[in-house]
């Protein structure tokens, strides 16, 4: 597709279990990120990669929580044992080598029941 | 510590009016700076990028920055309803793949 998609869009889990959060960039992009946005609130980075550097991690709330990006696409982050707190939309968004902006996904809506 | 700033609104202006939304940043440092649009429930929307100091202008949007003072503003004439909306400022690094979002402003456009 033309833009970054994610799946699933909505996704409803019990606390205590894990979930994964996919996110596909737009082709030939090499930086991605996830930022997360809890209702009313501004987006929080959470992590970011770019070709086959080290990620960065910084953003990342706990060690429940991890990412991976395989062959410098697709992207994957999980979240382990997760618990209420941890509901919001996780939006994922890609940007070109020249850095002209990072391009959103739809998000996916997490809610920890 | 890189640090964006906005004041989060709301703004409410009459339609047809200029609406300006502002915003500063800590490292003088940056490189390029954006302004997203994100609707209530939906994702943010690149709408203006600016990579220099003075004005950009693409259709109703003008985007300013003055990196003296540390400080982009994004002007919308002839505002309309459908741009209520909450406005991200976004400042990047590293040619613009790192990046610092604002709070956002809301903007309330009334009819």
């Given at each position: 597709g033309a833009g970054v998609s994610q799946s699933p869009s909505n996704k409803v889990t019990e606390k205590g279990k894990d979930v994964e959060l996919r996110c596909d960039p737009i082709s030939g992009h090499t930086a991605l990120y996830w930022y997360r946005q809890s209702l009313g609130q501004g987006l929080e980075f959470l992590i970011y990669f770019q070709?086959?550097?080290?990620?960065?991690?910084?953003?990342?709330?706990?060690?429940r929580f991890s990412a991976e990006r395989t062959g410098g696409s697709v992207s994957t982050l999980t979240i382990q044992r997760t618990q209420q707190e941890d509901s919001a939309v996780y939006l994922c968004a890609s940007s070109p080598r020249q850095g002209r902006g990072a391009f959103f996904g739809q998000g996916t809506r997490l809610t920890v029941v | 510590q890189k640090e964006v700033e906005q004041n989060s609104g709301p703004l409410s202006v009459p339609e047809g009016a200029i609406a300006s939304l502002n915003c500063t940043y800590s490292d003088r440092g940056s490189q390029s700076f954006f302004w997203y649009r994100q609707y209530s429930g939906k994702s943010p929307e690149l709408i203006m990028s600016i990579y220099s100091n003075g004005d950009k202008e693409d259709g109703r949007f003008t985007a300013q920055l003055n990196k003296a003072s540390q400080y982009v503003s994004l002007l919308i004439r002839d505002s309309q309803p459908s741009d209520s909306a909450t406005y991200l400022c976004a400042v990047g690094w590293n040619y613009g793949q790192n990046f610092v979002f604002g709070p956002g402003t809301r903007l309330s456009v009334l009819p």
């Open positions: 070709g086959n550097s080290a990620p960065d991690k910084s953003g990342l709330p706990s060690d | -």
